[in-house]
């Protein structure tokens, strides 16, 4: 699998948004894209995850660019800050219905629950569980159709330490597995151990793009957040 | 393609049923109230009133001569049978037809499209004071008012029901969960599957037509009341139930929040429906309501339920229903492709 952005941009009154950004993904990358609120972060994913449409440049997925849906469909999954589930179901109604949909067996969505310790919760309304719970449920659904690419919009935004923890060690199991998984964070200490390749966005430019260590050590990061 | 509309379409049913979306059908009455107390004022009726005669038929010459000299006040059609004055009654371009009453020599027959409407009640009025003038206090020349529309209070008022239902769901319903579905990103997910734009909206479109055309069985299960062409009754309300859950989709799609498509739905919701189900009770109403969208539906709706008209007559109508409602679900399908407000 190689994931090739050309040129790619999205400007929102010519300021927020995303400028022209080109890089490569292979396979098995676990890529945290980092910046402040406002850099650009989800603008970039959610072009990448097709969700929204880029003012300029190219996706291209093996070859296939995102408007080719059935070239693309099921290489890519999306997961987004706030879970998008059918909150009056349950966590079943929700993997069977998407199972169903992707024609994706059922014994899949038993596998899925088992994988994320969801069998406790399996006939629980969506709407009762906490947020990291239904995050757990979210990369599970997204992950029924055993996408290649996993994006993830700040997966661990507004959870506690533990469910951060638990958030993190999933995507730690998941690119063991060897998915490619790109997710954004503004909190770039937290990812420090994780990721395996770490994009900065700052003011809609992609600022830096290397190694965990290299980006530590850099003067982008003393700038960007320096105490 | 079937397979995933009817997974989305009973999916859709199911969150339907859980967020109570059948309840607010109940509600309906208390817009049938609000509706029916806006009525005219006194006062405000027709400036002229339009009458038609048959020309084979023998009139007494002082009424005649009075219908001819008041022409301040009466719009004379000459009419060459009772089916032409029908005909033109049914299509609103007469208030009535005067004809002998054989049962009073000397005196009128006032055939209406409905006995208790401004319009015959206007002729009532002309007609009196026309009298006064000619002959002083002599026995009135209408004696007798028959109407086409010979049925209670409930299959009278069945249309405005019908349409009201029609455009509730289109207008405020479907919107909400439209925009629900946006806000939510739970479009987004759906279309991570193999489900495509063509497919989500026809099933949103099945959808509101299931609701629609439950709500109107449910409304004639109750009232106990069956349009006599039947095959003619569903293909108008197919038609209706198509354009305004079409429309009513577009209108979701142009909504970011499901608060601004409930606001966005009601601001289309009010101004469809009561011009058009008001348009028997006043001529300016009358005039207006077929520059909307709905009265393509109530007029025939009308027809049907209370004339036992056929759809033939209305084939203009069906089209233009049909028609409406495709180019509704183009206008969506190019805002869904765009992303529009996602």
Known sequence: ?227 | MIGNIIILTINDLAIAFKNKTFLLILFIPLFVFVTLNLVDDAGSGPDKIRIGLIQQETLAPDIVQSIRAAEQLVELTWLANVDEGNRLLKERQIDGILTRNDAATGSLELLVLKRDSVQTLAILQTFSALQKVAEGARPDWITNVSSLHESDVQRETLPTWVLMLVLLIGFVILPAQVAEEKEKKLLLALLQTPINEVQWLAAKVLLGMLLILTAVVFLHVLGQFGPVHLVDYVAILLAGSFCFSAFGVFLGFLCRTQASARTLGVIFYLPHLLPSAMSDVSQQLTAVAPLLPSYQLYKPLQSILLENASLTDMAFDWVYLILLGLLMFWFSYLLMKRRWLM
Not at chain 1, 32 to 52: D, E, P, R, Y
Not at chain 1, 58 to 77: E, P, Q, S, Y
Not at chain 1, 139 to 152: F, T, V
């Open chain 1, 1 to 227: 699998m190689q994931l090739i952005v050309e040129n790619l941009a999205k400007l929102y009154d010519k300021k927020r948004g995303l400028a022209a950004t080109s890089f490569e993904v292979e396979t098995g990358e676990l890529i945290a894209i980092v910046g402040h609120n406002g850099a650009g972060k989800s603008t970039l994913l959610k072009m990448l995850g097709n969700w929204i449409i880029p003012d300029d440049g190219t996706v291209t997925i093996d070859g296939f660019g995102l408007a080719n849906r059935k070239a693309i469909i099921g290489k890519v999954g999306f997961i987004p800050e706030v879970p998008n589930l059918f909150d009056f179901f349950s966590v079943e109604y929700n993997l069977k219905l998407f199972a169903l949909l992707s024609h994706t067996p059922f014994s899949r969505v038993e596998v899925i629950l088992r994988e994320f310790s969801l069998l406790p919760f399996r006939k629980s309304k969506v709407q009762s569980l906490s947020k990291g719970l239904k995050q757990r449920v979210n990369i599970g659904r997204a992950l029924l159709a055993d996408p290649a690419i996993l994006l993830l919009d700040e997966p661990t935004s507004g959870l506690d330490f533990e469910m951060t923890r638990e958030i993190y060690r999933l995507l730690q199991a998941m690119h063991s597995a060897g998915k490619t998984i790109i997710f954004t964070s503004h909190r770039p200490e937290e990812i420090k151990n994780l990721a395996t390749r770490i994009m900065v966005l700052h003011e809609s430019r992609l600022v830096f793009d290397g190694l965990p260590h290299a980006y530590f050590q850099s003067e982008i990061h003393e700038r960007l957040y320096a105490l």
